[in-house]
């Protein structure tokens, strides 16, 4: 049974338009994607923005008092108000302008969330809240309102919440040999973790009988060294230092016996493998399709060409 002329023609120009916007469609959703990685990577998500739009209302900021409050998360944060010789006779109410949600009024506490608290001590004008365990979406501002005969007085305080992040001194890929003494040294700028928690893989070496752990503060900042005396080959791996509420830090041990360059570099070469074989197939898997489509767009031009050739 002959088709017609008409209708090969009819499909395989759908087919190449169909093809063609399943293609378009995948680049522009893939841009979309590495645009969304990169603002995640410079700090800016969705939380952010909406952060942006609720940091201080439309008044005449004269009549206010704005405070900015900074805390790392983990910590407790205080966030003060105020009103001299008023809150005394009259309620005070603290509201989280993210979403209106009214967390206390007096000192009764009418949000769920029961790390908020308000702290009055009676005949003060104080009325501080306190916010225990702050986490990163606590980030925002927060009014405190007093109502009067006449009106409403409020008070703004934003708060800022913070993640301090770990950093182990030297380079990222440490060489030593057998009988050699390792010293890592983790750093963490503007915190003062209880402890920190050492890791050779999944586990946990502070209590090693082999090895030392010394954590220090100075000022704001805060010092663990971890030492290995007469390193081993088994000591080789990922170290990681651990704080709580601190972005980790890693760095990779390389133990090989003394003289013998040759075994780091082939270890070294077996983890760069790994790497490379994770990176390819994460390639292959997310442009097989793309290839796929493309294949069959050509497909459907030679069969055009094919059936109707130019004359």
Known sequence: MMVPTGWWRLVATVG??????????????????????RMTSEGYNEEGWEELRHVLPQVDLENYTVTHVKVNTGDVAYLPCRFPQLSTIHQVSWIRRRDWNILTTGVSTYTSDRRFNVLHPQTTDDWTLQLKRVDKKD????????????????????????????????????????????????????????????????SMVNYNARLNVETMVEGERTHSTLTI???????????SCIPPNVTPAHVL?????????????????HISAASTCFTLSVFTSSSLLFYIRLVLVVLCCVIYTHCFPFR
């Not at 916007?21 to 645009?35: M, Y």
């Not at 963490?188 to 973790?193: E, H, M, N, R």
Request: with cysteine; aromatic share 12%; glycine share 10%.
């Open 16 to 37: 190449v338009f169909f093809f063609l916007g399943l293609g378009l469609t995948t680049a522009r959703h893939r841009r979309h994607s590495r645009a969304q990685e």
């Open 139 to 202: 980030n925002g501002t927060y009014e405190c309102q007093m109502y009067t005969g006449t009106g409403v007085l409020s008070q703004f305080v934003n708060l800022y919440v913070s993640t301090p992040q770990a950093a182990i001194l030297g380079p990222r890929e440490l060489y030593v040999e057998e009988g050699d003494t390792i010293t890592l040294m983790c750093v963490i700028q503007q915190s003062k973790p209880p402890f920190v928690f050492w890791y050779l893989g999944e």
């Open 229 to 239: 005396h007469e390193a081993q080959n088994k000591d080789s791996g990922n170290y």
């Open 253 to 269: 041990v390389f133990v090989s016996q003394r003289g013998d360059t040759v075994a780091a570099v082939q270890r070294r070469g």
